[in-house]
T-cell receptor, first 112, second 113 residues
Framework: AQTVTQSQPEMSVQEAETVTLSCTYDTSESDYYLFWYKQPPSRQMILVIRQEAYKQQNATENRFSVNFQKAAKSFSLKISDSQLGDAAMYFCAYRSGNQFYFGTGTSLTVIP | DVKVTQSSRYLVKRTGEKVFLECVQDMDHENMFWYRQDPGLGLRLIYFSYDVKMKEKGDIPEGYSVSREKKERFSLILESASTNQTSMYLC????????????FGSGTRLTVV
């Protein structure tokens, strides 16, 4: 069974600093995608970044990047130059076929 | 701008009532999903649908049913609401194909009293 684990329920970062959110997953499949979603206090979940399992190059979207370690089944999110608007719940997700599997989330606080 | 729209942001219902949560997407997505979100438990899948009139049980289908009569609309039904169904309900949709992420609705905060 596929599982996604986020071991940090809460994290905090100083504004302008860098923070890394951890995610591990378990799967026996070889073809899949990984995603990070952000849920601000207003609730709507939005896609931050995605990574294809076959691509060795880590995905980057502006200040957001991932560290994808396929052998270790690790998919961490790095947020550089943190801003107040980055405060949110962050969910790691794995897609196999038409189903997504989510972690339990990490609540990120940004300290001014 | 593409959207998943959930009909209500907040709902308060009485125990035993039949409750309908509606979700409409305008992206022609084949796949639609209902989750409930509870603190510390993350997102738990209730039901999903790959096509019109098709439905599949997720991880926690008990006490819920769904309807998908049209491609764009996926309804979640609480047959007889109970207090343990007080939660945030999220609808999502996506295309088939691994590289597509979900598009989520804004959520419905349901309180059963």
């Amino acid at each position: 069974a596929q599982t996604v684990t986020q071991s940090q329920p809460e994290m905090s970062v100083q504004e302008a600093e860098t923070v890394t959110l951890s995610c591990t997953y378990d799967t026996s499949e070889s073809d899949y995608y990984l995603f990070w979603y952000k849920q601000p206090p207003s609730r709507q979940m939005i896609l931050v970044i995605r990574q294809e399992a076959y691509k060795q190059q880590n995905a980057t979207e502006n200040r957001f990047s991932v560290n994808f370690q396929k052998a270790a089944k690790s998919f961490s999110l790095k947020i550089s130059d943190s801003q107040l608007g980055d405060a949110a719940m962050y969910f790691c997700a794995y897609r196999s076929g038409n189903q997504f599997y989510f972690g339990t989330g990490t609540s990120l606080t940004v300290i001014p | 701008d593409v959207k998943v729209t959930q009909s209500s942001r907040y709902l308060v219902k009485r125990t035993g009532e039949k409750v309908f949560l509606e979700c409409v997407q305008d992206m022609d997505h084949e796949n639609m999903f209902w989750y409930r979100q509870d603190p510390g438990l993350g997102l738990r899948l209730i039901y999903f649908s790959y096509d019109v009139k098709m439905k599949e049980k997720g991880d926690i289908p008990e006490g819920y049913s769904v309807s998908r009569e049209k491609k764009e609309r996926f309804s979640l039904i609480l047959e007889s609401a109970s207090t343990n169904q007080t939660s945030m309900y999220l609808c999502a949709s996506t295309f088939s194909g691994l590289n597509y992420g979900y598009t989520f609705g804004s959520g419905t905060r349901l309180t059963v009293v």
